[in-house]
């Protein structure tokens, strides 16, 4: 997650530590970092083999079925958003920051 995260990875350990953000595996090859904020499910980090296809469905399910509205990434890949659609999930782009990320989200 050192690669993903980068420079907020010791903050993201001390948030994991106060028990803030979470540490998920997913279906054994990917690692998930999550948290909540009110009825959103923050995606903090995703580190896998390029199986987030496979993995997104999962975490937009469980994030219904644990009482969330929305899911929101964010992330430098400018064609997460692209990628996420075409395998079914209508995230849509919000915001483009000036450090280039982009703020994708998710109604559930």
Do not use: W
């Amino acid at each position: 997650m050192r690669n993903v995260l980068g420079d907020y990875f010791d903050i993201a350990r001390q948030k994991v530590e106060a028990n803030e953000e979470h540490l998920y595996c997913v279906n054994d090859y990917s690692i998930c970092l999550l948290r909540a904020e009110a009825a959103e499910l923050v995606v903090v980090g995703f580190s896998g083999r390029g199986l987030l296809a496979e993995c997104a469905p999962l975490i937009a399910t469980k994030a219904k079925e644990r009482g969330f509205s929305t899911i929101r990434i964010h992330t430098k890949r400018k064609g997460e958003c692209r990628f996420l659609n075409k395998h079914g999930l209508a995230f849509e782009l919000v915001e483009i920051r000036e450090c280039g990320e982009f703020v994708l989200r998710l109604e559930l």
